[in-house]
């Protein structure tokens, strides 16, 4: 299982981040979208993986540990919020430089 | 418990919902609340650091919840004269920015003090992920702060902020993560003792994870390669914003010491990434120096200006290991002082031009400019770090306590660049005119908030002994992380 979960923290951190160097605000904030799940799920991974164990010590022999859920909500919410946030600057650079490209700059006929 | 340390948190966290609760249309109502929670904070900052003064570690449990286990507030002389600093570029900051500025968005007043709250908590947590949530807190305003007043200029560079620092934060989240699972806790003082009996695999990630808090507090502290964002983000942000977010680059610098005094000064992993760094931050120095002699705009001179603080204080922090660490903070509190007041300057000079605004051409005079050029030259003088100003006691102390060629070479090269910089960017602004000026006069609350910032240059050049003796306590305090240590951890035992 630990490959498993290492494997999609990879992918979702290399598709966020190729998507991040993209330069069209759009894929942009896709990008930091995956990051930001890869990088929950990798915090989430921290605590040790468990298969079906509660997070409550005595309730099950070998609790899992609780505190990264934690971390990762507050992560979540977090990553939500500046998500909402870029959105609307994107929509705000489009609508006050009039095309999307991360630099502000006239559009080159989706080249780049 | 002492209640007190939270208040530098609370106190704008209070005055932050109370000012989003206010009718919007009232506009000496909010500026009343934001004033006068600056006031208070200022008040409380002082109290607080009376009390750190004293030499005694004190720690807040948040619910209650001993050391390790819950997060906890602490308080000792760095994070009480960093609480102090900002409350003291605050109230001017926010007094320029009450004159006209924060009619030009909504909620400016609310964002300014969801900043301030940002802040503060930053330098008074103890705790490795807390610190992440205020630099949240503070950056989430200041995305909004940087935004404040619109223009195309501010979108572009605000996307790019926006961008590199979010990708800063999962950085952030990654290097948290690495930290828990190989120490089990997220508690500066328990990292530290946990992290030097760490062996095998687990030093090796510690490593990784803590390469990578360097790399995201050098985001924070704009350090090369990492500065791209800073001169268009301040140049172009609102001047009472652009002189607060002076202090945002230290919030940078402060994690970095922290983390550095608490778990690297010794043990195992003293010096990890300290070469790195040394050059790193010699670079952005001397890249500082380019940025500055090539600035087309005083804004972007201003803010290169910031950098090149940043850069001599990484730079003393990587070499002196702690030793050059009290000229470092008594720059520190000199370069953001008068960096704010710069920004504030900048834009009274600005307004004064009218269209040419501060692009560095030749353009109409300044009408009554005489008081302009004046406060320009001392602020000068004073950032440039020639006497009698605190920027000469400053350099002077920090030349001595880092004996590197390098570094006395780069620093009197800066030195010398921002000279030329600034002098021609004075002629330029105040002698090669054309014709009478149709700006605007200056508003007497302007005026007041950049002389109140300028004057505590020549205030800090004439205390320089006492405010070096008490940032030199400072250093001796980080110099002995066992204090830090028993006092959060021994609190509860």
């Not at chain 1, 494997?7 to 991040?20: D, E, F, K, M, Q």
């Not at chain 2, 004046?374 to 006497?387: D, H, K, M």
């Amino acid at each position: 299982m630990e490959l498993l979960v290492a494997i999609i923290i990879g992918v979702l951190v290399a598709s966020g981040v190729y998507l991040c160097l993209r330069a069209r605000t759009f894929p942009v904030v896709m990008g930091l979208t995956l990051l930001s799940y890869g990088v929950n799920v990798f915090l989430f991974a921290m605590g040790g993986l468990k298969i079906n164990q509660v997070a409550v010590v005595g309730m099950s022999p070998d609790p899992t540990d609780p505190l990264p859920q934690a971390l990762v909500l507050t992560a979540i919410v977090i990553g939500f919020a500046m998500t909402a946030f870029l959105v609307v600057l994107a929509l705000r650079s489009q609508g006050e430089l009039h095309n999307d490209h991360v630099d502000g700059k006239p559009d080159d006929g989706g080249r780049s | 418990m002492n209640h007190w340390i939270i208040a530098p948190v609370l106190i704008p966290a209070l005055a932050g919902m109370l000012l989003l609760l206010e009718v919007r249309e009232r506009h000496r109502l909010r500026r009343l609340t934001g004033l006068l929670s600056c006031a208070a904070m200022l008040a409380v900052a002082v109290f607080l650091g009376d009390q750190a003064w004293g030499g005694e570690i004190t720690v807040y449990a948040l619910g209650n919840w001993q050391a390790p286990f819950g997060i906890v507030l602490v308080l000792d002389k760095l994070s009480a004269l960093m609480v102090l600093l900002t409350a003291v570029l605050a109230f001017p900051a926010l007094l320029y920015a009450s004159c006209g500025d924060d009619r030009k968005g909504a909620n400016f007043h609310a964002l300014f003090q969801f900043q301030l709250m940002g802040v503060n908590g930053a330098f008074l947590t103890g705790d490795l992920f807390n610190l992440f949530v205020f630099f949240e807190v503070l950056l989430i305003a200041s995305y909004g702060l940087a935004l404040h007043g619109r223009g195309p200029e501010r979108v572009k560079a605000g996307l790019h902020y926006v961008v590199l620092n979010l990708v800063g934060s999962a950085l952030f989240l990654v290097a948290l993560g690495l930290v828990y699972g190989t120490t089990g806790t997220l508690n500066m003082a328990d990292f530290a003792v946990k992290a030097q009996a760490l062996t095998g695999t687990d030093a090796t990630l510690l490593k990784v994870a803590v390469l990578m808090l360097w790399v995201v507090f050098g985001l924070k502290a704009a350090m090369f390669p990492l500065y791209f964002w800073l001169p268009a983000a301040y140049a172009s942000a609102t001047a009472g914003v652009a002189a607060l977010f002076a202090i945002m680059t230290k919030v940078g610098f402060y994690a970095m010491v922290r983390v550095y005094a608490l778990a690297f000064a010794d043990g195992p992993f003293a010096g990890l990434g300290q070469q790195a760094l040394w050059w790193l931050a010699l670079v952005t120095l001397g890249l500082a120096c380019i940025g500055v002699l090539g600035a087309k705009r005083l804004g972007t001179l201003v803010s290169y200006l910031v950098v090149m603080s940043v850069g001599t204080l990484v730079a003393a922090l990587a070499f002196g290991q702690l030793q050059a660490l009290g000229p470092a903070l008594y720059y520190l509190l000199h370069s953001t002082l008068i960096c704010g007041g710069l920004f504030l300057l900048t834009d009274l000079i600005a307004r004064g031009r009218g269209e040419v605004a501060d692009c560095l051409q030749i353009g109409p005079a300044i009408l009554n400019g005489g008081r302009l050029s004046l406060l320009f030259f001392v602020a000068a003088i004073a950032v440039v770090g020639l006497p009698p100003l605190s920027g000469f006691v400053g350099k002077v102390a920090l030349l001595r306590s880092v004996p590197d060629p390098t570094y006395w070479v780069l620093l009197l090269i800066a030195g010398l660049c921002g000279l030329v910089a600034l002098s021609r960017a004075g002629s330029t602004l105040f002698w090669r005119t054309t014709g009478e000026g149709s700006g605007l006069r200056p508003a007497r609350r302007h005026l007041l908030s950049v002389v109140g910032l300028l004057l505590l240059s020549p205030l800090m050049a004439v205390y320089a002994e006492p405010l070096l003796q008490l940032t030199a306590a400072v250093a001796e305090q980080l110099r002995n992380p066992d204090l830090y240590l028993s006092a959060v951890l021994g609190g509860g035992a």
